[in-house]
């Protein structure tokens, strides 16, 4: 369990990653363009949602969105869409059904690494196509506790039968790229991960030098 939630992730917080933050929000709406042409999603769930950019993105394009989320900002920092409030470092049951996509971007940098098998337990339950992204070492940031490289967060999903997807994830860098918005680091650290069956992840090799199902 994560303490002091409200007070780790306050106004100021929400003041300065909110609705407020044009050149984030901008982005941000490039990304969920790119996930929306790239996966045409009818309900997705978007896991540490944050001010709400991604969710009310995808809802105003008539995606059915499910958000999630440790702590629910002032209306006056975040997007109008429903958010359930829970830790993700307290393991819970997905009571909501299987998603078509789950995102959860730029969120696992702030989980503590001894909580981090939960989070990761928690997030593989929503749907079979994920798209993560997390800070790498150094980037810095708000609480950013367990900066990773992403070989890092490839083998922790392998361990839960997600493979990396290399060819998709460069195609939504690339989509994010031709527009070339403010931010681009944060379409650097995405990564699509692929639930695969029980038959295929003992001979799946993946990038990274890392074997599914196996040492």
């Not at 829970?86 to 696992?108: H, K, S």
Request: aromatic share 12%.
């Amino acid at each position: 369990m994560m303490p002091d939630l409200d007070a780790i992730y306050d106004a100021r917080f929400y003041s300065e990653w909110g609705r407020g933050n044009e050149p984030y929000i901008r982005t941000a709406g490039v990304i969920a363009a790119a996930l929306l042409a790239e996966f045409r999603p009818r309900m997705v769930a978007d896991i540490g949602c944050g001010c709400g950019v991604y969710a009310h993105a995808f809802a105003s394009a008539g995606v059915e969105v499910f958000a999630l989320d440790g702590v629910r900002p002032a209306p006056e920092h975040s997007f109008p869409v429903p958010v359930h409030v829970q830790d993700l470092t307290v393991p819970f049951e997905n009571t909501w059904g299987r998603f078509d996509l789950a995102m959860c971007l730029e969120v696992a940098e702030h989980i503590p690494e001894e909580l981090s098998d939960i989070f990761l337990d928690n997030l593989a339950r929503f749907s079979g196509t994920l798209v993560l992204s997390a800070a790498p070492p150094y980037q810095g940031g708000h609480h950013h506790v367990n900066e990773q490289p992403r070989r890092y967060w490839v083998r922790r999903l392998a361990e839960r039968g997600f493979a990396y997807d290399r060819r998709r994830s460069g195609r939504l860098f690339d989509a994010v790229m031709a527009v070339a918005p403010p931010n681009m680091w944060m379409a650097q650290h995405m990564g699509v991960y692929e639930k695969r069956a029980r038959e295929e992840s003992g001979r799946s090799m993946l990038p990274f030098s890392v074997r599914m199902g196996g040492t």
